[in-house]
């Protein structure tokens, strides 16, 4: 059974050339423009939005096809080329755009492609924004313009050159590069290998970067996990190196090796650059309900707050600016700092880590050790509308005793842990993450869900 397209607060993703294709792209463009043109009716200037894209090979199709559907309802394009997604939120900040376009389907398999939606905050679309951009595209609600009226397309290079003078400005540039720290960096043949080691030069470190051809031709399962990173742990081991840096295409998520060559996961990116925030400034955070409790550790000690809010990068980064938030982002290994944009980025987490090194003069496993852990599983499996509501119900009866948060899915608190079980927006899957003192505990609840959908399941 074919998959079907989905269209979420997230954007649209699908498989290239089975559900998404370049009409569909280009009639989403229209949606999108139509959308802008509506909300800016009554000004003079004429729109615009930014265009960019991850490496993938069906990117250049459906970003040209993006392009011709904004200027039809007369929204000019500046198109970034290859690039990173937390590139695109600060560059149509930089140029005063109506909008930002990234065509990338971020850890997805390479099959998949994308397009992510921002405004002009650099922020994805509310809910409600969200759902009138989707309806217009359903309905074919295009404000399509006369010829002469259409919008024209024009290019930027200078995306590298601000997002990396954006990410020194929060850092200490002086004290990271007398450290002369030699770091692997692994950007799984995305797009964030070119700027990210042009930043690592402006640092000082001593790079060795490996799959960094933007060719879209990924060298391993494009998501930052441990599986798919053993080729970095390895070469971290053998080069002796003090850290490795793994991104995803699209470079908004990281995931660190410590300098033994072990994976201490994404969870750690988000609460090592907290560590260091929060060694700075008192204040709050803001994440999502599926992240590590070591984050909600790390305020506490500097008597912070942490904020939850439901999964997805746009409601993290309203919590954070409604509550003027030092740090934020997500257990995925994304992380936002406002300073730099209200996108999860790559580059902010590797910056803030290195300065964290630099400052303290502790390894990445020392820093880790402070920080402290748990055990945390993820999973996810395929489930349909219907099977999802099932098993959430199923799963409400089955912990009846918790503290329960319908926010996003379900998230039930026990005394000894947590569990979020939720349908993922980007994916007709649901996915559920457990996280306790202990393997033990945490397979309890693990072993409870398991039970749950095969009643449901089968």
């Keep these: 059974m074919a998959e079907q397209l989905i269209i979420s607060v997230s954007g ?3 498989i290239v050339g089975e559900n998404l294709t370049a009409s569909i792209a280009t009639d989403y463009g229209c949606a999108f423009g139509t959308f802008l043109e509506e909300n800016y009716a009554g000004q003079k200037a004429r729109l615009s939005v930014c265009v960019g894209r991850d490496s993938r090979p069906s990117g250049q199709e459906l970003g040209s096809a993006v392009a011709e559907g904004l200027c039809k309802v007369g929204v000019d394009v500046i198109d970034l080329g290859v690039v990173t997604t937390p590139c695109v939120g600060i560059m149509l900040r930089e ?5 930002g376009v990234v065509v990338t389907a971020s850890h997805n398999p390479g099959q998949y492609n994308g397009i992510k939606l921002f405004l002009s905050d650099g922020v994805a679309p509310p809910s409600d924004a969200a759902e009138q951009i989707k309806q217009y595209f359903f309905d074919k609600h295009f404000g399509l313009v006369a010829s002469s009226d259409c919008g024209k397309v024009t290019f930027n290079e200078q995306t590298d050159a601000i997002h990396i003078a954006k ?3 929060i850092v200490d540039r002086g004290t990271i590069a007398e450290k002369k720290f030699k770091v692997v960096l692994d950007s799984v043949n995305g797009a964030g290998g070119r700027v990210t080691k042009k930043m690592l030069a402006e640092l000082g ?3 060795s970067a490996i799959n960094d051809e933007p060719s879209g031709l990924f060298a391993h399962g494009p998501e930052p996990t441990a599986e798919n990173l053993r080729g970095l742990c390895e070469i971290v081991t053998t080069e002796g190196v003090e850290i490795g840096f793994a ?5 908004d998520r990281l995931a660190i090796v410590d300098e033994n060559g072990h994976y201490i996961g994404e969870e750690y990116s988000l609460a090592l650059a907290a560590k260091y925030i929060f060694n700075k400034r008192t204040g709050r955070a803001a994440t999502n309900l599926s992240t590590s409790r070591m984050i909600d550790d790390v305020a506490e000690r500097a008597g912070g707050q942490v904020i939850r809010t439901a999964v997805g990068e746009a409601n993290v980064a309203a919590a954070m600016l409604e509550h003027d938030c030092i740090i934020g982002g997500e257990g995925n290994g994304g992380v936002i700092d406002l300073r730099v944009g209200p ?7 590797i910056a803030l880590v290195l300065q964290l090194m630099a400052e303290t003069g502790k390894t990445v496993s020392q820093l880790v050790g402070e920080i402290g852990g748990y055990y945390m599983s993820k999973d996810k499996f395929a489930a349909d509308e219907l099977q999802a509501r099932q098993i959430l119900n199923s799963a409400k009866k089955t912990f009846a005793d918790a503290k329960l948060d319908t926010t996003d899915g379900c998230r039930f608190d026990f005394d000894d842990g947590w569990l979020h079980l939720r349908a993922s927006n980007t994916e007709p899957v649901m996915r559920v993450i457990v996280e306790a003192q202990d393997r033990r505990t945490a397979q309890k609840y693990v072993d409870a869900v398991l039970k749950i959908r095969k009643e449901v399941l089968g």
């Excluded at 996108?343 to 987490?349: A, I, K, M, P």
């Design 167 to 169: 990410v020194l400005a």
């Design 247 to 251: 991104q995803d295409p699209d470079a």
């Design 12 to 14: 649209m993703r699908g």
């Design 343 to 349: 996108v999860r980025d790559s580059l902010v987490g």
């Design 95 to 99: 140029l005063s755009c109506a909008g």
């Design 205 to 207: 470190c001593e790079v």
